[in-house]
C-alpha cells in the first residue's frame, strides 16, 4: 500500500543552523501537507502544496514538492529553539483519500 | 468556528479492562473523521477513518474498534486492553477531501 517515508529520522543542530527533512512517497501524490508536532503536543497544519514542482515560504521555512509530485522537502534556515519537535508530510492516499502520514522528523535544537 | 474535543487527556486502565475514548467536532458538517495512535518518539500510525455515520474503515487489525453514532461523534473502543495499546491517541477531521487536518489534545494511554 501507500507508503509515505521522511528522513532523517532525528535531526540534531546547534542554533542557527540549517535544517531539512525530505519525503518520499512510492506513487504520484495529489498534494502533501506538512505538520509540526511540539514535544507533549499535537500535529499543527503549517502549510499545503498541490502543483508540480512548487514552492512555498513561511518565515524562515521553505516548502517544496517535487517536479514528479513524489518528493517534497521543507528547509529551515537558522533555526531556533522554537523550532524543535518533530515534522510529519502528510497525503491523501487510497480511494478514501484517507490522510496518511510520514514517518516524521524529530527536530532538536541546542544552543 | 470549528473545534474538536478530545477526551480524557490522560488515562491510566488496567490490562484486561474496556476503553472508550470519545471525540467531538463542532462547526462543520459530515467532517471525515480520524483516530491515530502514536507511540513515544514514533509516527503517527492511522487506525481508523471515517466519512460518513456508521462508515468506518480499519487501518490496522488490533483489538481496537471504532463507531460514528453521530455525524460529529467519532469512538474508539476496546472490550479488553493490552499493554501494547499503550501510547498517545489522537482524533482528527477534515472538513473535506485534501483539507488541513485539525487534531484534538490527544489522550495518553497507559496500560498497566
Known amino acids: 500500500g501507500q507508503q509515505v517515508m521522511q528522513i532523517p529520522q532525528y535531526q540534531h543542530v546547534q542554533e542557527g543552523e540549517d535544517f531539512t527533512t525530505y519525503c518520499n512517497s512510492s506513487?504520484?501524490?495529489?498534494?502533501i501537507q506538512w505538520y509540526k508536532q511540539r514535544p507533549g503536543g499535537h500535529p499543527v497544519f503549517l502549510i499545503q502544496l498541490v502543483k508540480s514542482g512548487e514552492v512555498k515560504k513561511q518565515k524562515r521555512l521553505t516548502f517544496q514538492f517535487g517536479e514528479a509530485k513524489k518528493n517534497s522537502s521543507l528547509h529551515i534556515t537558522a533555526t531556533q529553539t522554537t523550532d524543535v519537535g518533530t515534522y510529519f508530510c502528510a497525503a491523501g492516499t487510497g480511494g478514501g483519500n484517507k490522510l496518511t502520514f510520514g514517518t516524521g522528523t524529530q527536530l532538536k535544537v541546542e544552543l | 468556528s470549528q473545534t474538536i474535543h478530545q477526551w480524557p487527556a490522560t488515562l491510566v486502565q488496567p490490562v484486561g479492562s474496556p476503553l472508550s475514548l470519545e471525540c467531538t467536532v463542532e462547526?462543520?458538517?459530515?467532517?471525515?473523521l480520524y483516530w491515530y495512535r502514536q507511540a513515544a518518539g514514533r509516527g503517527l500510525q492511522l487506525l481508523f477513518y471515517s466519512v460518513g455515520i456508521g462508515q468506518i474503515s480499519s487501518e490496522v487489525p488490533q483489538n481496537l474498534s471504532a463507531s460514528r453514532p453521530q455525524d460529529r461523534q467519532f469512538i474508539l473502543s476496546s472490550k479488553k486492553l493490552l499493554l501494547s495499546d499503550s501510547g498517545f491517541y489522537l482524533c482528527?477531521?477534515?472538513?473535506?477531501?485534501?483539507?488541513?487536518?485539525?487534531f484534538g489534545q490527544g489522550t495518553r494511554l497507559t496500560v498497566v
Open positions: 506513487t504520484t501524490l495529489s498534494n
Open positions: 482528527a477531521f477534515q472538513t473535506g477531501r485534501n483539507t488541513e487536518a485539525f
Open positions: 462547526g462543520t458538517s459530515n467532517p471525515n
